[in-house]
């Protein structure tokens, strides 16, 4: 079973930064998204197994960046020039799917963190 640990969300001011991170009890593809109340879950940002790729939602675009950590199984959200529209739960999931270059689907997502808590406030 793959285990998913969140940290790092909380409340800051608009225009402000925080730095999320997943620690995963293996190594695999890896991605960040977001549900705000009353709206779907969203995908904010993934990194392919290797780190070589990484792709965004246009909404964070310029202001979110993914890395990974692989030595630790770890991955980073670090979300700068925050906005109120931004608050929301943040999850990590994991695609499983062994060593390669691409970056995975959205239904490769097999595995989910429990969230953390993002507040912009304005």
């Given amino acids: 079973q793959v285990q ?5 969300g909380g409340l800051v001011q ?6 999320l991170s997943c620690t995963a009890s293996g190594r695999y593809a ?5 549900q705000a109340p009353g ?3 969203e995908y904010v940002a993934g990194i392919s197994w290797s780190g070589g790729r990484t ?3 246009d909404s964070v675009k310029g202001r979110f960046t993914i890395s990974r950590a692989n030595a630790e199984n770890t991955v980073a959200l ?3 020039s925050l906005k109120p529209e ?6 990590c999931a994991a695609a499983p799917g062994g060593p390669r270059l691409n970056l995975p689907s959205m239904r490769e997502y097999k595995f989910w963190g429990q969230g953390t808590q993002v507040t912009v406030s304005s």
């Fill in 4 to 8: 998913l640990v969140e940290s790092g």
């Fill in 14 to 19: 608009a225009g402000g930064s925080l730095r």
């Fill in 30 to 34: 890896m991605g960040w998204f977001r």
């Fill in 39 to 41: 709206k779907e879950r």
């Fill in 55 to 57: 792709s965004y939602a």
């Fill in 78 to 80: 670090q979300m700068n």
């Fill in 86 to 91: 931004d608050s929301a739960v943040y999850y």
